[in-house]
């Protein structure tokens, strides 16, 4: 079982990125976008649960950030726009197969696999 995140790099302050996250081995039914910053821990950004996705967010990404699926190719990605310097931080894509309670979504511990993490830089 693996998950590839993909699609980091730098942007400056107000441009897009679009992340995905490619599961292999297996299905999910919960998905989310974690990030990082040197010295802190990580932050949930946004969560897709269930094949129907309903998704979530962080309030400090509603309504710039977008996370969709492709069950066919097993795929999630997360459309970031209006990026500003603070989203800057290396994005992780978490899953697991269980359905948890929705609190527990925000949660790294809720998460059984991980992908290796992407740098986003946005640049002011």
């Known amino acids: 079982v693996q998950l590839q995140a993909s699609g980091g790099g730098l942007v400056q302050a107000g441009g897009s990125l679009r992340l995905s996250c490619a599961a292999s081995?297996?299905?999910?039914?919960?998905v989310g976008w974690f990030r990082q910053t040197p010295g802190k821990e990580r932050e949930f950004v946004s969560a897709?649960?269930?094949?129907?996705?309903?998704?979530h967010y962080a309030d400090s990404v509603k309504g710039r950030f977008t996370i969709s699926r492709d069950n066919a190719k097993n795929t999630v990605y997360l459309q970031m726009n209006s990026l500003k310097p603070e989203d800057t931080a290396v994005y992780y894509c978490?899953?697991?197969?269980?359905?948890?309670?929705?609190?527990?979504?925000?949660?790294?511990?809720?998460?059984?696999?991980w992908g290796q993490g992407t740098q986003v830089t946005v640049s002011s």
């Open positions: 081995g297996r299905t999910f039914d919960t």
């Open positions: 978490a899953a697991t197969p269980q359905r948890f309670a929705l609190s527990s979504i925000y949660y790294p511990n809720t998460y059984g696999y």
């Open positions: 897709i649960r269930g094949r129907g996705g309903s998704t």
